[in-house]
Nanobody
């Protein structure tokens, strides 16, 4: 069984920075994509950013230029550096990872439990 362990959330003033970290525990073959989603109260969960095993990144428009996702493939760890935080960024952030399965072409996805990010105005 794989678990995604998140850290780095917290309370910060607008304009501040936070760095989220996520790493899997347990046994797995390899990771295809790692990323971060967020969900604010009353809103749907949305993709914030993700990164593939070859380093290709995707960002939601609202965080471009402020957030940077990076990945340490040797440690299977993903980071989300969040700068210039805004109150609208307040949400629970969830780590997501898509793993290669043992059967050719198979994949499976795990979610972290979530870490709260609160940005005060």
């Amino acid at each position: 069984q794989v678990q995604l362990v998140e850290s780095g959330g917290g309370l910060v003033q607008a304009g501040g920075s936070l760095r989220l970290r996520c790493a899997p525990s347990g046994r797995f073959l390899s990771i295809v994509t790692m990323g971060w989603y967020r969900q604010a109260p009353g809103k749907q969960r949305e993709l914030v950013a993700d990164i593939t095993d070859d380093g290709t990144t995707t960002y939601v428009d609202s965080v471009k230029g402020r957030f940077t996702i990076s990945r340490d493939n040797a440690k299977n760890t993903v980071f989300l550096q969040m700068n210039s935080l805004k109150p609208d960024d307040t949400a629970t952030f969830y780590c997501n990872a898509r793993f290669r399965g043992s059967r050719p072409g198979s994949e499976y996805t795990y979610w972290g439990q979530g870490t709260q990010v609160t940005v005060s105005s």
